[in-house]
């Protein structure tokens, strides 16, 4: 009964401190909750209706391919969902178990470890899992909606699915007490990192090395037959996501008795994960968390924060070189950062190999496709900002005093954030919009308008994400990528694909003169070309401008 009590309490006081954020909610936390519900459920929507079509293409195919393909294809959603709940758990519990910041109060408390334990295993389980569960029900949804399946199909669906993140995410939890009585819980988080980062850059790879676009127009049996060959994985009897499939193949034939048994065999299998997990919990945590915390402790006093070592190294700091030197090392540190260069490469390869695989063979269509990649290159580029730059400033964390005490003018620290993010963001964007246009094979005038136009880009979300980040700090995190999931970083998302949409707007009417002149031979625009063109890097200009002025002015202002 003790354990019961023990883990009632820390329970309760979870849901207190839950509870006491919704009471104390105002009237300035209105908009944030609607636009997390409004991006939420047009995310549902997007997903339901992507699928709905892809479920329905694939049941106009043969019956008996089409069949099979559905199969395979929830094995490889299952397979993906397993792989990623497994690491983002084995990430996630090592940050609650070992390393987060109420450890402290919690052992405190009378209670005893494999409380906490207990406790800390949910919550990393749940972290790692909410995100698939959301993705997945559009899919079944689309799938029941399709095949005109039974209401029992929606259920059998989520117990197994709830049963497959719960068997991943226990296994992440064992895996991580295992690893931590090896290795310090720091060099197991940077493990992780690594690993899931390669596994994601492979599971990428596989996706795009079975040209789904195969499959596009009318396809003949064979060439359905071989794409479904290439897209097989692993299936020995003994995977949970094995047992998936066959839950979804019988469940398509209405044999609802034998998906019965898989289901019962799934969810034995996730409460045995969870329970083999809070097990090692019971004879390694306590041991494993006291060293863990005297090491935190000691690591601490030793070294002090990263910008308290840099204010003594730098003197006054009389050039940006120390404080560049600063965010280089926070972010190396950090191998939840610098792991996201091993995807970035991954999308760049994919990115390119798929401009190389489309088939164009038509001047103005190379051209026009030219044009629309600075606006995907936009995109790309605003979701690097919103995970890298906006939480520059947040990452300074409690160390946000000494920095206001460095006798550096905020103007000065604003811009050495600047220029830093700058740089490598420019050379990417340069280097991935050249070589597009270089397998596109386009015109020089469409060569020089792309790289001018993503260098403006460039420059201005770099400050518009400064600017955010000054403005909407959020100091205290278990993961930066929280900050970047908070609601300043949305809403600077939002924004910064607004600017990129009204940029391409804008150079939309020169690149419709280019091609009247260039295919009729008709000279139209006159002065409004130049107009065009300078309404653009006047906007972008004014917003560059704006943005840095705010951060300096929102970061001088910030109580420390």
Known sequence: MSFIRNLYYIFHLKASAFRNGIVNLGVKDIPHIIVFSLITLLFILFDYLFFLKVV???????????????????????????TMVLFSSLILSVSNLYISSDLPYLVSLPVKGISIASVKTFQSIFQAAWMPVIFTIPVFVAMGRVYGLEPMFYVFSMIFLVSLLAIAGGLGCALTQLLVRLLKPERVYQAACIAGAIIIVLMLFFLRAIEPERLVGNVPDEMAASFLEKIKVPDYSFLPTTWGALIIKEMMNGSYSPAMNFIFLSLAAGIVSIAFSL?????????????????????????????????????????????????????????????????????????????YKLPLDNYYLKNLVAFINMGMAGFVLSALCTRFVYPSISMEGYSLWMIRSMPVASGKYILSKYIFYLLPLLLFTEALTFASNRLLSVSSFMMVLSLVTIAVITATMVALSVGFGAVYPVFKFENIAQVSASYGGIIFMIV?????????????????????????????????????????????????????????????????
Do not use: C, H
């Open 279 to 355: 097990i090692l919990s019971l004879f390694f945590y306590e041991d494993s968390l006291y060293l863990s915390l005297d090491g935190l402790r000691r690591m601490k006093k030793k070294s002090g924060s990263s910008s308290e070592r840099y204010i003594y190294k730098g003197e006054r700091l009389k050039n940006f070189i120390v404080m560049w030197e600063k965010d280089t090392k926070i972010f190396l540190r950090d191998p939840s950062q610098w792991t996201q260069m091993l995807l970035l490469g991954a999308l760049m390869v994919i990115y390119l190999f798929n401009i």
């Open 56 to 82: 329905n293409y694939i049941f106009n195919l043969n019956e008996g391919i089409g069949n099979v393909i559905i199969v395979e294809l929830f094995r490889i959603i299952f397979v993906s969902f397993f």
């Open 496 to 560: 910064s694909l607004s600017y990129v949409g009204i940029v391409i707007t804008i150079e939309a009417f020169p690149v419709y003169a280019y091609f009247q002149r260039e295919m009729f031979l008709r000279e139209v625009g006159g002065v409004g070309i130049y107009v065009a063109y300078g309404s653009a890097f006047l906007l972008s200009l004014i917003i560059a401008v704006l943005s840095l002025l705010k951060a300096v002015r929102a970061f001088s202002a910030q109580e420390v």
